[in-house]
């Protein structure tokens, strides 16, 4: 059988090899897969892929991780949070480099093929920021002179994955701006509320500008409540793209 295939009446079956693997925090690791040689994946930054894992009995448990890659890249970079009880998680957390990982794809229409001309706001809590550091990415490198921000939302800051990559963008691109919201104390319940806090603030009561566009990725309830309160204050619908883990 070939390393990559089409299973009859269905999307084609890529087979990948495991890498390196680098640990983010305990609890969060980013698998680096590589293709056979000479194949690539063909996808627009923030783009999923489904992963099919041997977990229990036939068929296989199929599992969506977000490209935290760009792809430029050599690598895919599957960025995964490991979940209590989570069969899918906990599978990808006991693998190895050199283990294969079966998956189809990509999938998904939270995505930035092109950047717009205007200003451009990436909200992302926790791991959340994956899928949004390959449409930055592709954002600085197209160029323009829209401005870019990020908000990164986390409880604590060594939870700040990526923040080397953010900080170095930031520096060498000044229109870009990242920008942590954190949890400052114990008592407080936690930085999803915080990081909604400051978005309303910020581009709702702030100013009546609404030329803005949103990508926001958290888990939970967060991009749904952000989503309806961005376009119930008068952002288009198609402004305010949401994904939630």
Do not use: N
Not at 10 to 34: D, K, M, N, Q, W
Not at 36 to 44: H, I, K, S, V
Not at 65 to 90: I, K, M, N, Q, T
């Amino acid at each position: 059988m070939s390393a990559s295939d089409r299973s009859p009446g269905g999307p084609r079956v890529h087979r990948a090899t495991v890498t390196r693997i680098h640990e983010h925090l305990p609890g969060t690791r980013s698998l680096f897969l590589r293709l056979p040689a000479g194949e690539r994946l063909a996808f627009t930054p923030g783009q999923f892929v489904s992963c099919a894992l041997p977990v229990g009995d036939d068929p296989p448990l199929v599992r969506a991780y977000s490209l935290a890659s760009s792809p430029e890249d050599d690598e895919l970079e599957l960025c995964v949070d490991r979940v209590a009880a989570g069969p899918g998680s906990g599978h990808l957390f006991t693998l190895a480099p050199g283990a294969e990982v079966e998956f189809t794809g990509p999938f998904g229409s939270f995505a930035l093929a092109e950047p717009p001309p205007a200003p451009l706001v990436f909200v992302g809590e926790g791991a959340g920021v994956a899928p949004l550091r390959p449409m930055v990415r592709r954002a600085l490198e197209r160029g323009g002179s829209q401005p870019i921000t990020i908000l990164h939302g986390a409880r604590y800051e060594q939870e700040l994955i990526y923040r080397d990559d953010f900080e170095a963008w930031a520096a060498r691109h000044p229109r870009l701006t990242w920008e942590p919201v954190l949890r400052t104390t114990e008592a407080e319940v936690g930085s999803i509320d915080a990081l909604e806090g400051l978005v309303l603030e910020r581009f709702v009561r702030a100013d009546a500008d609404r030329s803005r566009r949103f990508w926001i990725c958290a888990v939970g309830a967060l991009p749904g409540r952000l989503r309806d309160a961005l376009r119930a204050a008068g952002y288009e619908r198609k402004a305010v793209r949401v994904e939630q883990w």
